[in-house]
């Protein structure tokens, strides 16, 4: 049974950053696409950004030099660094993982139909 447990997120000032973690257990975080998404009330959720398993990583425009993925293969985790956080971040923020070959060259990343397993997420709140 695959899991995802996103954890990191809160509240901060704008201009601050947050490091939000996903770990993964019944999935190999190394072998696959996996993804950020946000979703703020009123509004679809959206692809933040996602990275294959060879590294290969994209992004959405509004995040681009201030949001970076990672993952940490021993400890079967995926990351996202944010700095410079805006106050139009603040979002509920979930990973995503795919388990199928894929690649991030393409926009299908952004939907949510692409991904198999979803966490439950976490809260980010910025306040100016």
């Known amino acids: 049974q695959v899991q995802l447990v996103e954890s990191g997120g809160g509240s901060v000032q704008a201009g601050g950053s947050l490091r939000l973690s996903c770990a993964a257990s019944?999935?190999?975080?190394?072998?696959?696409?996996m993804g950020w998404f946000r979703q703020s009330p009123g509004k679809e959720r959206e692809g933040v950004v996602a990275i294959a398993s060879v590294g290969r990583t994209s992004y959405a425009d509004s995040v681009k030099g201030r949001f970076t993925i990672s993952k940490d293969n021993a400890k079967n985790t995926l990351y996202l660094q944010m700095n410079s956080l805006k106050p139009e971040d603040t979002a509920m923020y979930y990973c995503a993982a795919v388990l199928r070959r894929c690649d991030v060259g393409s926009r299908l990343w952004r939907q949510q139909s692409w991904y198999n397993f979803w966490g439950q997420g976490t809260q980010v709140t910025v306040t100016s």
């Open positions: 019944g999935y190999t975080v190394s072998s696959y696409c």
